[in-house]
């Protein structure tokens, strides 16, 4: 072979060798190009797993908060109706106590009368002294309670306040009262018990 020939050969296999290193090259780089993209797209796929167990997590935390919530709501409302429960009760069993503690005073005066009335020799001082004690209860009940009492002879008969147990004919233009046998009393404007009477009606 001539030297031109050997060295056209030499060259011509130079050029071969550095076509391949190219290729190997070229052929590493794809595969260091698709580790990249396979590593991306790992670390994209476990960033969404991270996020889907976060907000899991975060809603799993928020739905533990609220039914904590719930929970205390509850208790306090169960606290509150006992609470309105007791309340009323005490009402019920304490709701006149002030009204007995004022008629204590009454009680203490009709004893003081009776203990008088035992040794007394006048009758129209023990009268006196009742009549006094029933002046200062009626006041009272009369100023502090509103209570007032109806029904008196003369009267105009209302079946609304007055409850009739017997009935009579007179020289009247109108159903009046003509006994009163019970008084009858108002709480403010409520009736709270219908005077017992005997009506006159006019004849007929």
């Known amino acids: 072979m001539s030297q031109k020939r050997k060295k056209e050969q030499e060259a011509a296999d130079k050029d071969r060798d550095l076509e391949q290193e190219e290729i190997d090259e070229l052929v590493e780089e794809s595969h260091e190009a698709k580790k990249a993209e396979g590593a991306a797209e790992q670390a ?3 960033a969404g797993e991270e996020t889907v167990e976060a907000k899991i997590a975060a809603l799993e935390k928020e739905n533990a908060e609220l039914k904590d919530q719930l929970l205390r709501r509850a208790a306090d409302f169960d606290n509150y109706r006992k609470r309105m429960l007791q309340e009323k ?8 106590a ?4 004022d008629l204590l005073d009454s009680l203490d005066n009709f004893d003081r009368t009776l203990e008088a009335a035992a040794t007394a020799n006048d009758v129209a001082a023990i009268v006196d002294g009742i009549r006094m004690v029933n002046k200062n209860l009626v ?5 502090k309670y509103d209570l007032s009492s ?13 409850e009739a147990i017997g009935m009579q004919e ?5 159903e009046q009262l003509a006994a009163v046998y019970l008084k009858g009393y108002k709480l403010k404007d409520k009736v709270i018990r219908h005077a017992k009477v005997m009506v006159v009606k006019p004849e007929a």
């Open 139 to 143: 006041s009272m009940l009369e100023n």
């Open 98 to 101: 002030n009204l007995l503690k």
């Open 44 to 46: 994209a796929d476990d």
């Open 170 to 174: 007179g020289k009247v233009e109108k």
């Open 150 to 162: 109806f029904g008196k002879e003369g009267d105009e008969f209302d079946p609304d306040i007055h």
């Open 89 to 96: 009760q005490d009402a019920f069993d304490y709701g006149n």
